[in-house]
């Protein structure tokens, strides 16, 4: 094939001698994108929207999820070729642009038959958070999975539709966003499916990569007037805490950062130890309703935080994850020059979600339950002190005081 010339070209950031047309690994499960979670402080719209690039199977995807507080999920998917449109950020409905790299960014959903639109304004709190350094994970002395990504917090302004019902929104209204820029080799299209031609792992390697378990898994990321916080553990069945997490350290109970505002001038740093207390489940079903979070800084110092979930939960299947589009072969698969789908689905019961055709989906592979849900953190020694992030609070496996599907 003959070289081509991108506008990332114009950057003088090359590494190789290759153009930014092409990547280096050849692993059909490379993909690079952007991943954005916006909520309200009211709880009345949990959205997560995300545009990913298959540079080896020239497919670009994207998808947007959103809850509302009466109960319903509002699911939109999009796949083209990806090439020769490589410059353009866009799919389907979707498109984004980026202003400013790490500061100001624009997503969009234009109107379409399946009850999504937003035009939204990004504009980062703090800086972002290099979360996983090349973080690679091996199964029976095989490479499967390396990757590397940042996150961050956001203020958000703008509109969001979902059916019938439309938001508009200021800075000054308390939006707040989450967001993750990530690149590697992972769990995509053929990535999320045993490799048929190999042997299978052995049962003590065979848990789902970057979760562990059984216990209950943490990960947030929650956004306060001056600063961010991001953490995630796995409190195992034995009572012990364990970082979990893309980049997770070994041997550390928890990773974490808390980083100040653009212009704040205080050091971010990292806690050392975390507990989870008083957690209390919807109906005894694995979905958090409220809980305490005690997170011990590098000074000793405690934070305490009482942690109230305030939206319906998001199931990712619907932004195709574990082969969540409606074809079964999961994400980075080419479908055509251009294609969309979407549904509605019903979650209203805690964890049981149910589709347009009244059937329950499945529980995914990886435990009893995985949603997405936004979350108010209440500083308990300060209690004008409140954030409100993204907070996945995830049962695997047998849990104490939480019944099984």
């Given amino acids: 094939m003959s070289r081509v010339l991108t506008e990332a070209d114009e950057l003088p950031r090359h590494q190789t001698l290759d153009t930014f047309n092409t990547v280096a690994n050849p692993s059909p499960e490379w993909s690079d994108g952007y991943w954005f979670c916006i909520g309200d402080p009211a709880g009345e719209v949990n959205l997560i929207t995300a545009i990913r690039l298959y ?32 410059d353009d950020i866009a799919v389907g409905p979707f498109w984004q642009e980026i202003i400013q790299g790490l500061k100001t960014i624009k997503i ?19 800086p972002p ?68 031609y190999g042997a299978p792992p052995l049962p003590a390697d065979n848990k789902r990569l970057g979760w562990g378990g059984p216990g209950m898994r943490h990960w947030a990321l929650v956004m306060f007037r001056d600063r961010s916080l991001f953490y995630a553990f796995m409190r195992n069945p034995d009572g012990s805490y364990s970082a979990s997490g893309t980049g997770a350290k070994g041997g550390s109970p928890v990773h974490s950062r808390v980083d100040y505002s653009y212009g704040d001038g205080r050091d971010g740093f990292a806690h050392v130890d975390v507990s989870a207390e008083d957690h209390h489940w919807v109906d005894g079903w694995p979905l958090l309703d409220n809980g305490k979070i005690n997170l011990v800084g590098p000074d000793g110092s405690v934070e305490r935080y009482q942690v109230d979930v305030v939206s319906k939960p998001v199931y990712m299947q619907g932004g ?9 072969l999961g994400r980075g698969v080419y479908r055509g020059e251009e294609y969309v789908e979407g549904e509605i689905w019903d979650v209203s019961h805690p964890v049981i979600v149910i589709d347009e055709d009244g059937n329950e989906l499945p529980p995914i592979p990886a435990g009893q339950a995985y949603s997405e849900v936004y979350a108010r953190y209440t500083n308990l020694d300060d209690p004008t002190d409140v954030g409100l992030g993204l907070l996945e609070a995830a049962v695997i496996g047998e849990y104490e005081g939480v019944k099984g599907r």
């Fill in 320 to 328: 195709g994850y574990w082969s969540g589009w409606s074809d079964g």
């Fill in 55 to 86: 540079h080896n199977t020239n497919v670009i995807d994207a998808y947007a999820i959103a809850s509302t507080a009466d109960g319903k999920q509002y699911n939109l998917r999009a796949s083209r070729r990806l090439r020769p449109r490589i």
């Fill in 129 to 196: 958070y290099d979360e996983a350094t090349t973080s690679r994970h091996y199964r029976d002395g095989r490479l499967v999975s390396e990757r590397s990504n940042y996150v961050q917090v956001g203020n958000l302004s703008g509109r969001v539709k979902l059916g019938s019902k439309e938001w508009t929104f200021s800075k000054e209204d308390g939006w707040a966003g989450a967001r993750d820029h990530s690149w590697g080799m992972g769990h995509t299209g053929v990535g999320e499916k045993p490799n048929p």
């Fill in 108 to 126: 969009g959903c234009d109107a379409n038959p399946h009850g999504i639109e937003f035009d939204i304004l990004w504009e980062s709190l703090t």
